[in-house]
């Protein structure tokens, strides 16, 4: 237990220098503990002064909801998190970061190792003290530089994403060794399907709604297929919109052709390959102007669902089956569909697009070579 704390304090170090863009080196993972300790205390140091930047910034805010105090409270939880693993008094609340900082660690292993080793290059040159350095490491594919001019396009309020959450699953980012699925954590009988292929922008969502629903421990991760519009729509609403809903433009939300009548709820699906069919998320024309191809775009949202807040049940669209196969390996075709229509048990996290060359073109591009080949499963 103390080796996996010790590793655990240092992974969740690197993970907060790496969201709050400190200006740090991280030692790679052979360092002394002289020089982690140092790297730790410099990292603490920082966060310390960054919240104190940011309080000075807060008196002249007024809105409690603005995007500053929502990074401040994040900012004062993870402090409080380190704090906590420092200490090593509350066995539970240890326990629950060590598995955040695991599964964040988890989704970031290809980015990590990436990391690492060119960080472990520069240390040679600097090999006894953690020298604070203005050089960051921003690393991005080609495939999320082109997801982010589509989103660009759209031209949302910045104010809605996340983007340290942000996460890119192409091949290159997240390679086919990786896993398609993972459990989140003992408290949350839905298994997590990778959205291969897919680059997801984080978005924000309410901390306090968060906290008292332990949303990111507890909640089931889904996918609901929309067109921009709406998805916008939604997340402005900060909840579900259901058919017969008087949406804030003032029009009325009609039940789309092909659903059953009468019936008003909303559809996810725990996998993305179902929730990005046609019906649900329209394809998109999308031309690039860095390499001028042009390209078909899907939307999906990514959901968390309150666990048995919704009704599991098989497809309802007929002939949507891909070439016979089932949807996903995981999940059966019986229960490849959720249903609900209780507002307050979704919300909104991220935003997942999907970019697929339009195939009567010449492409010569890294990203026809890399998403093209694609499984039937899981993308
Ligand atoms: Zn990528």
């Given at each position: 237990?103390?080796?996996?704390?010790?590793?655990?304090?240092?992974?969740?170090?690197?993970?907060?220098?790496?969201?709050?863009?400190?200006?740090?080196?991280?030692?790679?993972?052979?360092?002394?503990?002289?020089?982690?300790?140092?790297?730790?205390?410099?990292?603490?140091?920082?966060?310390?002064?960054?919240?104190?930047?940011?309080?000075?910034e807060?008196?002249?805010?007024?809105?409690r909801?603005?995007?500053?105090?929502?990074?401040?409270?994040?900012?004062?939880?993870?402090?409080?998190?380190?704090?906590?693993?420092?200490?090593?008094?509350?066995?539970?609340?240890?326990?629950?970061?060590?598995?955040?900082?695991?599964?964040?660690?988890m989704l970031?292993?290809?980015?990590?190792?990436?990391?690492?080793?060119?960080?472990?290059?520069l240390?040679?040159?600097?090999?006894?003290?953690?020298?604070?350095?203005?050089?960051?490491f921003?690393?991005?594919?080609?495939?999320?530089?082109?997801?982010?001019?589509?989103?660009?396009?759209?031209?949302?309020?910045?104010?809605l994403?996340a983007?340290?959450?942000?996460?890119c699953?192409?091949?290159?980012?997240?390679?086919?060794?990786?896993p398609?699925?993972?459990?989140?954590?003992?408290?949350?009988?839905?298994?997590?399907?990778?959205?291969?292929?897919?680059?997801?922008?984080?978005?924000?969502?309410?901390?306090?709604?968060?906290?008292?629903?332990?949303?990111?421990?507890?909640?089931?991760?889904?996918?609901?297929?929309?067109?921009?519009?709406?998805?916008?729509?939604?997340?402005?609403?900060?909840?579900?919109?259901?058919?017969?809903?008087?949406?804030?433009?003032?029009?009325?939300?009609?039940?789309r052709?092909g659903?059953?009548?009468?019936?008003?709820?909303?559809?996810?699906?725990?996998?993305v390959r179902?929730?990005?069919?046609?019906?649900?998320?329209?394809?998109?024309?999308?031309?690039?102007?860095?390499?001028?191809?042009?390209?078909?775009?899907?939307?999906?949202?990514?959901?968390?669902?309150?666990p048995?807040?919704?009704?599991?049940?098989g497809?309802?669209?007929?002939?949507?089956?891909?070439n016979?196969?089932?949807?996903?390996?995981?999940?059966p075709?019986?229960?490849?569909?959720?249903?609900?229509?209780?507002?307050?048990?979704?919300?909104?996290?991220?935003?997942?697009?999907?970019?697929?060359?339009v195939?009567?073109?010449?492409?010569?591009?890294?990203?026809?070579?890399?998403?093209?080949?694609?499984?039937?499963?899981?993308?």
């Amino acid at each position: 237990m103390e080796n996996k704390l010790t590793k655990i304090r240092r992974t969740f170090a690197a993970q907060l220098t790496e969201k709050y863009k400190l200006k740090l080196i991280i030692p790679n993972n052979d360092a002394s503990d002289s020089i982690f300790e140092g790297f730790i205390n410099e990292m603490f140091n920082q966060l310390h002064k960054k919240r104190t930047k940011q309080d000075v910034e807060l008196l002249k805010e007024s809105n409690r909801n603005s995007p500053l105090f929502i990074q401040r409270k994040q900012l004062q939880k993870d402090i409080e998190d380190f704090q906590i693993l420092n200490k090593r008094q509350d066995a539970h609340a240890v326990q629950q970061i060590i598995e955040r900082v695991e599964r964040r660690a988890m989704l970031n292993r290809k980015y990590d190792n990436r990391e690492v080793k060119s960080i472990s290059q520069l240390n040679t040159q600097c090999q006894s003290t953690i020298i604070p350095t203005v050089k960051m490491f921003t690393l991005s594919c080609s495939y999320r530089t082109l997801c982010s001019e589509l989103i660009e396009r759209f031209d949302w309020p910045s104010e809605l994403f996340a983007s340290e959450y942000d996460r890119c699953f192409c091949k290159t980012c997240y390679p086919l060794t990786m896993p398609n699925v993972y459990q989140s954590n003992i408290e949350n009988k839905y298994p997590i399907i990778i959205p291969r292929n897919w680059m997801k922008f984080g978005l924000k969502i309410d901390e306090v709604q968060a906290k008292i629903h332990q949303i990111w421990d507890k909640w089931a991760t889904s996918y609901h297929g929309t067109l921009p519009n709406a998805a916008l729509s939604m997340i402005k609403h900060r909840q579900i919109c259901l058919p017969g809903d008087k949406l804030l433009d003032g029009t009325h939300l009609t039940i789309r052709p092909g659903h059953i009548q009468d019936q008003k709820a909303f559809f996810t699906s725990p996998t993305v390959r179902y929730a990005a069919q046609n019906h649900y998320a329209t394809p998109l024309e999308f031309t690039s102007q860095r390499d001028k191809y042009v390209y078909t775009a899907k939307i999906v949202l990514r959901c968390r669902q309150m666990p048995d807040s919704f009704t599991i049940q098989g497809e309802t669209l007929n002939n949507s089956r891909i070439n016979g196969a089932d949807f996903c390996d995981i999940i059966p075709d019986e229960q490849i569909e959720w249903k609900t229509d209780k507002r307050g048990t979704v919300i909104f996290d991220g935003l997942c697009v999907r970019l697929t060359p339009v195939y009567n073109q010449t492409f010569h591009n890294t990203i026809y070579q890399s998403h093209a080949n694609q499984t039937n499963v899981h993308n």
